[in-house]
């Protein structure tokens, strides 16, 4: 099983989006209650958001970890490239409700790269989700781990191709 697809990482028996151990780090954790915001090593939760007030998640990410500073968002912007650069190139956005409102928290990017496929697939992965109405199975880890499991080997050659393999992962895994 692969323990990682992009920024999403298992660690010990959590999924984690984002890096806990650098410095000055911000990640999220997907409990089976809802996301955790952590921030900077603090061992309680800066916030906890039920996953019944998710009306959808997404979540952003850059291949290095360059790319989601203030000068790396100056350089995307100088490029061709499809990528978001920037500090909200790390980030998970969503709109929740009772009461409603928008939300966005930034994570820490790891040390090492993200592949283009990972990027790409995560994002597609959230949206399907989100869209399927079942954003509290990312708080299950077998579940989640399964998924993982089918995406992160998969190289995306095409987008039409990678989009309809997630969404058959998605199906087939139930939600």
């Given amino acids: 099983m692969s323990e990682f697809l992009g920024p999403l990482e298992l660690i010990g028996d959590r999924w984690t989006?984002?890096?806990?151990?650098?410095?000055?780090?911000?990640h999220l954790v997907l409990t089976a209650e809802g996301v955790e915001h952590h921030k900077d090593g603090a061992a309680e939760p800066r916030a906890v958001i039920p996953w019944g007030r998710f009306m959808g998640l997404g979540v952003n990410a850059?291949?290095?970890?360059?790319?989601?500073?203030?000068?790396?968002g100056a350089l995307e912007l100088a490029s061709a490239s499809a990528q978001i650069g920037g500090r909200s190139a790390c980030s998970a956005s969503a709109t929740l409700r009772h009461p409603y409102e928008n939300w966005s928290v930034n994570y820490t990017h790891h040390e090492r790269a993200y592949t283009g496929s990972h990027v790409?697939?995560?994002?597609?992965?959230?949206?399907?989700?989100?869209?399927?109405?079942?954003?509290?199975?990312?708080g299950d880890p077998q579940w989640l781990g399964a998924a993982v499991a089918k995406l992160a080997p998969f190289r995306v050659?095409?987008?039409?191709?990678?989009?309809?393999?997630?969404?058959?992962?998605?199906?087939?895994?139930?939600t």
Wanted: aromatic share 8%; charged share 25%; glycine share 12%.
């Fill in 17 to 26: 989006i984002g890096d806990p151990n650098r410095k000055r780090r911000s």
């Fill in 62 to 72: 850059t291949t290095r970890a360059w790319m989601a500073t203030r000068g790396g």
């Fill in 120 to 138: 790409f697939l995560l994002g597609q992965f959230f949206g399907q989700v989100s869209e399927a109405k079942a954003l509290h199975r990312l």
């Fill in 157 to 174: 050659r095409w987008a039409s191709t990678a989009v309809r393999h997630v969404r058959e992962v998605v199906e087939g895994l139930g």
